[in-house]
T-cell receptor, first 110, second 115 residues
Framework: KQEVTQIPAALSVPEGENLVLNCSFTDSAIYNLQWFRQDPGKGLTSLLLIQSSQREQTSGRLNASLDKSSGRSTLYIAASQPGDSATYLCAVDSNYQLIWGAGTKLIIKP | NAGVMQNPRHLVRRRGQEARLRCSPMKGHSHVYWYRQLPEEGLKFMVYLQKENIIDESGMPKERFSAEFPKEGPSILRIQQVVRGDSAAYFC?????????????FGPGTRLTVL
């Protein structure tokens, strides 16, 4: 049974810092991995999708990596801004069904 | 190109009533998924549908919950005789898989409150 874990559960850093969020999964037989952002009381915004054959994807200040063999993904956020404050969720696509981590709550202090 | 649409955004029901949640997928998408986010918990898969077919309902509670995606119109998640434990955010996603790439796009969610 696939299980997804995100560390840390919460993170508070000053504006401008680079930071890394971690996601691990127990079963390496995945199709894709997606990173999402969720603002309080709001919906889910897809940030990046990494296919199982890929090692990383980049979008603006975001870079996501995938090491399928070790069951790990990282989301790197460069030059953090207060607007990046949100909960970041990692989800693994194991045959069309997304299995979710509990999220990392990120606070960027001005 | 409108995204995934869900309505209502907020729904209040008394115990024992029925709740009907609607989801219109993105244009060109024929795959729909429902997920539930209980308060202070993570998201959990409920059901996967294609037009007129339920593909996987392994995450659906055995009783009171049903889902459909008719040939015409939105997908409906129906909860009969709601209880307080049904209070949650219900998210719908849609996709149009290309090979093994199945990026799911999410709607804003319906927040159900059972009094």
């Amino acid at each position: 049974k696939q299980e997804v874990t995100q560390i840390p559960a919460a993170l508070s850093v000053p504006e401008g810092e680079n930071l890394v969020l971690n996601c691990s999964f127990t079963d390496s037989a995945i199709y894709n991995l997606q990173w999402f952002r969720q603002d309080p009381g709001k919906g889910l915004t897809s940030l990046l999708l990494i296919q199982s054959s890929q090692r990383e994807q980049t979008s603006g200040r975001l870079n996501a990596s995938l090491d399928k063999s070790s069951g790990r993904s990282t989301l790197y956020i460069a030059a953090s801004q207060p607007g990046d404050s949100a909960t970041y969720l990692c989800a693994v696509d194991s045959n069309y069904q997304l299995i979710w981590g509990a999220g990392t709550k990120l606070i960027i202090k001005p | 190109n409108a995204g995934v649409m869900q309505n209502p955004r907020h729904l209040v029901r008394r115990r024992g009533q029925e709740a009907r949640l609607r989801c219109s997928p993105m244009k060109g998408h024929s795959h729909v998924y429902w997920y539930r986010q209980l308060p202070e918990e993570g998201l959990k898969f409920m059901v996967y549908l294609q037009k007129e077919n339920i593909i996987d309902e392994s995450g659906m509670p055995k009783e009171r919950f049903s889902a459909e995606f008719p040939k015409e119109g939105p997908s409906i998640l129906r909860i009969q005789q709601v209880v307080r434990g049904d209070s949650a955010a219900y998210f719908c996603a849609s996709s149009q898989p290309t090979g093994r790439v199945n990026e799911q796009f999410f709607g804003p969610g319906t927040r159900l409150t059972v009094l």
